[in-house]
């Protein structure tokens, strides 16, 4: 008897013939039941006869019945490897015949611009569409479908998929998608209604998606995506809840899109409800006999509106002090009593601490090349100890600060049988912690430069580093070698170790062809006194070899004389680091400082010299940051040598006083050479916004800035009169090659001798 495939209709084709043969082949084929002598199997071209005789429920020797039968065709067609199965009964010998699925020998994209066709190839194949694989014309339609959710994830909505399925020889086919991919969609309007409180002007700067704009092929913000509005949305409602509209709700929202499918315009209805001010705040439930340590931790203020944020960012304080307490699953309900005639509410805050638990087993998960104990050893949080929610925080974040993954999630469990235990697993997903990069640049002042690095920050999964710096440029050159072990000690102390070579030219105003040249060691050690300080210690040696003398400095003519053309340096380091920031490359918030000390304690050199940083960040509003920096440098000679000329500050230039030609403030000797000096103060302001045109993009930002400072000989006092001070503006990207910052500025505060360089820009400069 012949079943025909069933491919049309939406169900799974397989399934229902499956089901279809077994009815027929009971109602039809009715045999008395018969110990089978033989089982063949004919029809068979690329499929293995063992596939078949495993999904058969029936032996040789066994008694074959009508239910047998019905069931193993039902477990062919399962297989999916098969268009038809017939079941022939020949004397007391089953023959199953069966007409086999053409298989995929190619799958080709015809006309695909916007996808990468490795990346479809790889999606088709998720549902089930793929090279060698069986051919079911319902899988194609859905590989089609696939496709065009594909395009709408880049509002190409006018996207047309043709499939041609081509037979090829030994019952194989060819299927082709030709995609007609058109022209983006574009948002033509977006529009709220029901706002009464805020302008809708004021409301739509709230969302990233846009109707438009000159800078829109950069932000991509008149694109639709669900997503996108989704987040939008959660913004406007964000906005009102952190103003006083407890009860602000979005009533619908409607997407339209043109019937040419160019266009999308959006309507937003909303309805604000009246605002409130909070006239209280009320503690209720358990507070585990600590009522007062929570009061402490209530950041909602009575006499002001409602805050949303207030409200989360209280209910997360308490949480997490109750996890503190070892309450893993404590529960804190925000419950407000509401006055709507006089607008007014209370704050209730009920928690629900449930029972303290401790940790029974700490577990890790997807990390196939980094080992176990370099994960374990960044937790903080112990085995057979009280749960702790800040020491399990800590534990997160600081194997998330590895920068060997992608993402790091602790999951808690209970453990089942008890009532007091949980499970912790911490799973994380690795990345490629390998780095080979090969880049050019170029500056106002160092004109073209080639950086070159081969850079491993888990060698083996050891968690150790390893690392090839190659860097050149018109005044300085540099090779470094350097390798890592973060962890030591059982402790966790680090030690590194650093050689480099390199060599540098002091910028003159005459030419030259003297050179530095500087080969070197260090070993540094770093020894964690808290879990965001880290205190370093190191020693190196460096020989400074004073090459050429055509234009050769005054400054490196005397330390010639004084200690030879060869002097040795053994310097002993010592260093101090805290970095709050949100963010290294655009911070918004948060605290950098750093010190270091340099003492040039043995060989023919004796010297101090000391740095000092200070950064602060400060979020105005989401989208408007001032920042401030400030360094402050000095260097001094020991036992009656003369300081190091060779390890004076310079100044000017992005990254200290801008406005003023890098490397050029500070003594001039008497062959106009930039030596440098002995001392240094940069005092840097910026105010960062929003680039016209690219919405709440932060990557491409406007910023103005205000810099003052200067370089003193070892000589000369520190004076006010003498500070350099300019002003201006420029454009910061954090473009693919990394962050890049142009500015414009003119100095307000100079001196005739001075270089003026209003336009500036470098690729990787912070400040």
């Not at 695909?112 to 089930?128: I, P, S, Y």
């Not at 009593?337 to 209370?346: I, S, T, Y």
Request: net charge neutral.
């Amino acid at each position: 008897m012949h079943i025909p495939s069933m491919t049309a209709v939406r169900f799974k084709p397989s399934l229902l013939a499956a089901l279809l043969a077994s009815s027929l082949f009971q109602a039809a084929w009715a045999v008395e039941p018969f110990v089978l002598k033989d089982i063949r199997v004919e029809g068979l071209q690329r499929a293995d006869a063992g596939t078949v005789f495993a999904s058969l429920p029936f032996r040789v020797g066994d008694t074959y019945t009508d239910d047998k039968g019905a069931a193993g065709l039902r477990s062919l067609f399962a297989t999916g490897l098969f268009k038809d199965v017939r079941i022939q009964i020949d004397g007391k010998v089953v023959v199953i015949v069966v007409e086999e699925r053409p298989v995929i020998s190619r799958v080709e994209f015809v006309g695909t611009k916007e996808f990468d066709k490795d990346n479809l190839v790889k999606a088709l194949k998720d549902v089930g569409i793929g090279e060698g694989q069986p051919f079911d014309r319902a899988l194609a339609d859905r590989a089609e479908q696939e496709l065009k959710r594909q395009y709408l994830t880049r509002s190409l909505y006018g996207v047309e998929v043709v499939t041609t399925i081509t037979p090829a020889e030994r019952n194989r086919v060819n299927v082709t998608f030709t995609v007609t991919e058109g022209e983006v969609t574009k948002i033509k309007s977006i529009t709220i209604t029901g706002n009464q409180a805020f302008s809708e002007s004021t409301l739509l700067s709230q969302m990233d998606l846009t109707n438009g704009g000159w800078l829109t092929w950069y932000t991509k913000s008149d694109q639709y995506a669900r997503s996108k509005l989704n987040a939008d949305l959660e913004a406007i409602k964000a906005y009102y809840l952190n103003r006083g509209y407890l009860e602000f709700r979005i009533d619908s929202t409607q997407v339209a899109i043109s019937p040419d499918k160019q266009d999308i315009s959006i309507a937003i209805n909303v309805t604000e409800g009246p605002r409130y001010v909070i006239t209280g705040v009320k503690l209720d439930g358990d507070y585990v006999g600590k009522e007062e340590t929570f009061r402490k931790l209530v950041t909602i203020k009575p006499g002001e509106a409602y805050r949303a944020e207030d409200v989360a960012s209280t209910i997360k304080a308490f949480t997490d002090r109750f996890a503190a307490f070892g309450y893993a699953f404590a529960r804190v309900e925000f419950r407000p009593e509401l006055d709507r005639e006089k607008g007014q509410a209370v704050a209730v805050l009920v928690a629900q601490p449930q029972r303290r638990v401790y940790v029974r087993r700490v577990n890790v998960a997807g990390n196939s090349r980094t080992r176990d104990e370099v994960i374990r050893r960044e937790f903080r949080q112990f085995e057979a100890a009280w749960y702790d929610g800040q020491k399990i925080k800590l534990s997160r974040d600081r194997v998330d600060r590895l920068g060997y993954f992608k993402q790091v999630n602790i999951e808690t469990t209970e453990v089942a049988g008890t009532a007091d235990q949980v499970d912790l697993t911490i799973s994380v997903e690795e990345k490629p912690t390998g780095n080979l990069m090969l880049g050019a640049g170029f500056s106002s002042a160092e004109k073209f430069t080639l950086t070159a690095s081969v850079k491993q920050d888990n060698v083996f999964g050891t968690g150790n580093y390893l690392g090839v710096e190659l860097n050149t440029s018109k005044y300085n050159r540099t090779i470094v070698v350097s390798t890592v072990d973060p962890y030591f000690t059982d402790n966790g102390i680090s030690r590194s170790y650093d050689v480099y070579y390199r060599t540098s030219r002091p910028l003159s105003s005459q030419g030259g062809d003297y050179q530095i040249v500087t080969p070197g060691a260090k070993m540094n050690f770093g020894v964690p006194y808290t879990e965001f300080d880290t205190i370093f210690f190191g020693v190196g040696a460096e020989q400074t070899t004073i090459k050429g003398t055509i234009g050769l400095p005054l400054s490196y003519q005397i330390h010639r004389e004084t200690f030879g053309e060869r002097s040795l340096s053994i310097p002993l380091t010592t260093a101090w680091q805290r970095d709050s920031r949100d963010s290294v490359i655009a911070p918004s918030t948060g605290r950098y400082q750093r010190v270091n000390l340099e003492w040039g304690a043995l060989g023919d050199t004796r010297y101090l010299r000391s740095d000092y940083q200070f950064q602060q960040h400060f979020a105005l509003t989401n989208r408007y940051t001032f920042s401030f920096n400030s360094e402050l440098a000095y260097g001094v000679g020991l036992q009656g040598r003369p300081y190091p000329v060779f390890k004076n500050f310079t100044g000017g230039g992005l990254g200290s006083v801008r406005g003023f030609e890098q490397g050029t403030l500070g003594p001039v000797d008497a062959l106009g050479s930039y030596i440098g000096g002995n001392k240094r103060i940069n005092l840097n302001h910026e105010l960062y916004v929003p680039f016209p045109g690219a919405g709440n993009d932060r990557t491409l930002r406007l910023f103005g800035y205000v810099d003052a400072g200067n370089v003193w000989g070892e000589n000369e006092p520190i004076k006010f009169k003498e500070f350099r001070a300019s002003t201006g503006v420029g454009i910061s990207w954090v473009s693919p090659v990394g962050p890049l910052k142009l500015s414009y500025g003119k100095p307000f505060r100079y001196f005739d001798q001075d270089k003026i360089q209003k336009l500036q820009f470098q690729i990787g400069t912070a400040f």
